[in-house]
């Protein structure tokens, strides 16, 4: 490998000012680059069930009570749970101690329709907690006015749409960066049909002790082959975190030294001044050297099992002279005035005032690559191995790191719970075909999705 002629640099102004000042770097960023989920608000920890009422849940709720639905409900009972009866009408808030609507008295369900769209479409408006305990049979007329495809290809009329009619209201909670938790209790095999409960996360909610989704993990103990649990979320909510950082050097690699070293993983970056001639060594030992990145110890977050084909990608900024322009005009002294006693009038006598125009300063696209292992999740930062230098000394980058691309992968599993069969033979997809199209029209919201942050100063 041909020896890297290293020569940047950072900002010669005729004040002569070098880096010095991590508080000036790290109001920097979080003026113009750091950019939090402002969309996100305060999440309410109340919570709204809606059990679905319709005379089909007889037989669901009859053989799926005794297994899992008693331990959601008993779950989700507490003084800020209001709970709503869905079937024929539009919803509304029930006692479910009062026997007409005990959930566990199968003769309850009796509603010749089940209107199901109205409370997912509560839920997502509200963006508060919300369950939805139902068999996904939406039959909104209680006419045959749709029509299902039957194995040998002929065409039935049913009371039963089967069409994806959930996918926008998924797809608007899904892009808001909440979750929905699908669990599946098989009550019927031939043909094959299933229980739902749906439940609805909003980000703010996320991660909390407090939180519906949190206290049903234990029912994750009681997986079998009739009861599964299936996990949507959007990429919006995938976040870079650091592990294992030195803490001298945080996430610099151990052959390598800090000259200076910034750490504000509470603002997404990190700051970094190390030799030139370290990096130098290091990278052209070819013979020994397995591993070239120069930066580590950041991970991808969350599980994404769900996710195919993930990438990272990087952009580079050379930043020196917008940086400092930013220290001049935050050291300027304050200016003096001079009035006049007999107009009143202000006359500016020093301190002459300089304004700030932030720019992203000059795009780099020669000097650093980056590398993901998908096994770990960690993204590393290298120098381009056929990169040679330039002219300049000591310069300054930022290098910001996207979550470039990552695709939602369906599963067998998916395609066989989240769908069901009439007993007149006729698949109902729309669950299913709902919840993964929803899936793939928000996954592109998280398309170069800014993950963290990185400053990096080489110097001589």
């Not at 049913?158 to 808001?176: G, M, V």
Request: aromatic share 14%; hydrophobic share 35%; charged share 25%.
């Amino acid at each position: 490998m041909k020896k890297l002629q290293f020569a940047l640099f950072l900002f010669c102004f005729a004040c002569g000012s070098n880096y010095n000042d991590p508080q000036t770097l790290s109001e920097f960023h979080t003026k113009y680059v750091w950019k939090p989920n402002s969309a996100q608000t305060k999440a309410s920890d109340s919570l709204e069930v809606y059990i679905d009422y319709s005379s089909g849940m007889y037989e669901a709720m009859y053989h799926s009570l005794n297994t899992v639905i008693n331990d959601v409900l008993t779950i989700a009972k507490d003084e800020k749970t209001k709970f709503f009866r869905a079937g024929a009408t539009s919803p509304y808030q029930v006692d479910i101690e009062a026997s007409e609507h005990i959930p566990s008295t199968t003769t309850n369900y009796k509603e010749n329709r089940s209107v199901l769209d109205e409370p997912i479409r509560r839920i997502v408006k509200g963006n508060k907690q919300g369950v939805f305990i139902t068999d996904f049979e939406f039959v909104p007329t209680g006419q045959k006015v749709f029509e299902a495809a039957m194995p040998d290809g002929k065409r039935v009329k049913t009371w039963i749409n089967p069409d994806a009619w959930a996918t926008n209201l998924f797809e608007d909670w899904l892009r808001k960066g909440n979750q929905i938790d699908i669990f599946a209790c098989e009550f019927r095999k031939s043909p094959q049909q299933f229980l739902y409960v749906l439940v609805f996360t909003p980000q703010g909610m996320l991660g909390k002790d407090n939180a519906l989704i949190t206290r049903l993990k234990q029912l994750d103990s009681r997986l079998s082959d009739n009861f599964y649990h299936f996990n949507f979320f959007s990429l919006k909510n995938t976040k870079a975190i650091t592990k294992d950082y030195d803490a001298n050097f945080g996430g610099l690699n151990e052959n390598l030294a800090a000259l200076d070293f910034l750490y504000k993983p509470e603002r997404n970056f990190d700051y970094y001044e190390v030799p030139l001639k370290d990096i130098e060594t290091y990278i052209s030992n070819e013979a020994s050297v397995k591993d070239k990145r120069i930066l580590r110890k950041i991970f991808l977050e969350g599980d994404l099992q769900q996710f195919e084909n993930v990438e990272i990608s990087l952009n580079t900024h050379r930043i020196s002279d917008v940086f400092g322009l930013y220290q001049q005009s935050q050291d300027q002294a304050p200016p003096a005035y001079e009035k006049d006693l007999e107009t009143g009038d202000s006359t500016l006598v020093s301190g002459q005032q300089m304004v700030f125009t932030y720019t992203e300063g000059d795009e780099v696209k020669d000097i650093f690559e980056s590398v993901f292992n998908k096994e770990s999740k960690e993204i590393g930062i290298k120098i381009k191995p056929d990169f040679y230098g330039t002219d300049n000394k000591s310069e300054l980058y930022r290098i910001d790191l996207l979550l470039k691309n990552a695709n939602f992968k369906e599963t067998p599993e998916m395609k066989r719970v989240l769908q069901w069969t009439d007993k007149q033979g006729f698949t109902v997809p729309s669950l299913y075909l709902s919840i993964t199209e929803a899936m793939r029209r928000a996954e592109k919201t998280a398309k170069d999705k800014p993950l963290y942050t990185y400053y990096l100063k080489l110097d001589f």
